[in-house]
């Protein structure tokens, strides 16, 4: 089992930006792809970044790119969403899921999830 906990959610003004953290317990976190994702009230969860075991890595959903960063310590057993030029269309409960691959992560299938923290953008 690995058990997953977001953090750094919340409110912010349209443009700004905001840090998620996940930290991750129980299996050997650099054996995982670790991956965000993100659901809006009345809409699917939709993929946002991965990136690989080693962290060398990285994909993103077009919707993103260029404005968030993933990233992660294998050594502090965290994966990490940095978040610029937020937008009120970013606003969602973001998860990160866990995964022996990045490509079932990319298609939206991971092994493990964590329960989400709330991200806000206004206008």
Do not use: H
């Not at 009120?88 to 866990?98: F, I, L, R």
């Amino acid at each position: 089992q690995v058990q997953l906990v977001e953090s750094g959610g919340g409110l912010v003004q349209a443009g700004g930006s905001l840090r998620l953290s996940c930290a991750a317990s129980g299996r050997t976190f650099s054996n995982y792809a670790m991956g965000w994702f993100r659901q809006a009230p009345g809409t699917e969860r939709e993929f946002v970044a991965v990136i690989s075991r080693s962290g060398s890595i990285t994909y993103y959903a077009n919707s993103v790119k260029g404005r968030f960063t993933i990233s992660r310590d294998n050594a502090k057993n965290t994966v990490y969403l940095q978040m610029n030029s937020l937008k009120p269309e970013d606003t969602a409960v973001y998860y990160c899921a866990a995964d022996p691959t990045s490509a079932s992560l990319r298609v939206g299938r991971g092994d493990y999830w964590g329960q989400g923290t709330q991200v806000t953008v206004s206008s």
